[in-house]
Each structure stands twice: as C-alpha cells, then as structure tokens.
C-alpha cells in the first residue's frame, strides 16, 4: 500500500527567503504525485502535480517540485516566500494500482516572520 | 465547469446525537468521491471513498458510515457522535477511472462535539 511521510509539521522562514518541504512516499508501482494548499478553515487547493515526464513541475504561486525516484520524494521549493504564503502544504500520493484511493501525508505548516 | 457543495461549514452537536453531512458535485458524471477528516495537528485522513452508487470503501474502523444513494451525492452519518468525532471534514471528487487526476475539495465542515 502506498504511504506519504512529510517530516516537518512545522517550517518557520523569513519572508523573502527560501524555502523547501519535504515529502518522501512509498509505494511498489509507479505513482503520480501532488502538492496541495490549506488555507486557514478552507478545503484545498491544487498547487501542483507530478504525472510524468519532466520531473521538475511548476505550480501556482512560484512554487516547483522535484520527483526524484530513486530517493522516493517530491520535495516542494519556493526561491522566495510571501507573507501570503503563510499556509498549511500537504503531499499526496495515487498509486498507478489503485487509481481511486488518495493518500495525503500529514501536512507541514508554513509560518512566514516579516 | 465542475463544482462541489459541502454542508453545513460549521455544526456543533452533543455527544450521542446523530450526524450527517452531505456533499454533492455537479458538471460531473460518476466522480470518485472521498470523505477526509482533519483533526487538530493530524493531517488529513481518508476517511471513505467511493466509485460508483453503493460502492463505498472504508479505510478506517470507527464511529462513522458513508452512503452514496446517487451518483453526484456522498453523505457522512454517525447514529451517536463521540467527543473524538470531532473534526474538519473534507469531501472530495476526482475524475473516474484514471489515476493521473487531482482531487477536487469542498470548503469542509467544521464539527465540533460538545
């Protein structure tokens, strides 16, 4: 069964400095791979999606993300981060076996300090 | 274009009171539908998913029960609510039978069990 580890519950940065969240999977076939935004008492939103080919993906917002098979992770980078940043980020996971079934990991808050 | 309705946005209910919740999508023909619940500091859980009328699927043993009595219509229910039933609840939809696709959210509701 598929599984999504984010190690950071929580990322604190200045703004307009860098940053990067974290998120390993596991899975034993080939998976498609997303980034979604939570703003405070909201549903979420699709930042970005890794289906195939390249594996740099560009989202909304100036975020991107690196699919990396061999270290099973999608980890999610933004050069220079905004006050309006300031969110929670969840990876999530659809393997290509089980094409119904999403699994998120456990999220990473963001906090960005003027 | 697709939409999805989720209510109420917030509820609050004594302990061993009924619950149900109901999300529906429109612009849609046989979505995959999802129940979430996000609790405090817990990330996001699935709940139960759905492929079709009356095919549903439970990820986790607990208090709750999901119907799909129409296509479009995904209902969350409990008979008696606990304290621990407390929540965000998210439901979602994807496109069917393909796994390189997006979940789409409702705006989630907040359950509070007092």
């Known amino acids: 069964a598929q599984s999504v580890t984010q190690l950071d519950s929580q990322v604190p940065v200045f703004e307009e400095a860098p940053v990067e969240l974290r998120c390993n999977y596991s899975?034993?076939?080939?998976?498609?791979l997303f980034w979604y935004v939570q703003y405070p008492n909201q549903g979420l939103q699709l930042l970005l999606k890794y289906l195939s080919g390249s594996t740099l993906v560009k989202g909304i917002n100036g975020f991107e993300a690196e699919f990396n098979k061999s270290q099973t992770s999608f980890h999610l980078r933004k050069p220079s981060v905004h006050i309006s940043d300031t969110a929670e980020y969840f990876c999530a996971v659809i393997s290509s076996s089980s094409a119904s079934k999403i699994i998120f990991g456990s999220g990473t808050r963001l906090s960005i300090r003027p | 274009s697709q939409t999805i309705h989720q209510w109420p946005a917030t509820l609050v209910q004594p302990v061993g009171s009924p619950l149900s919740l109901e999300c529906t999508v429109e612009g849609t023909s046989n979505p995959n539908l999802y129940w979430y619940r996000q609790a405090a500091g817990r990330g996001l859980q699935l709940l139960f998913y759905?492929?079709?009328?009356?095919?549903i699927s439970s990820e986790v043993p607990q208090n709750l029960s999901a119907s799909r009595p129409q296509d479009r219509q995904f209902i969350l229910s409990s008979k008696k609510l606990l304290l621990s039933d407390s929540g965000f609840y998210l439901c979602?939809?994807?496109?069917?039978?393909?796994?390189?696709?997006?979940?789409?959210f409702g705006q989630g509701t907040r359950l509070t069990v007092v």
């Open positions: 899975s034993s076939v080939s998976v498609y």
């Open positions: 979602a939809w994807s496109r069917p039978g393909t796994a390189n696709t997006e979940a789409f």
């Open positions: 759905s492929v079709g009328i009356g095919q």
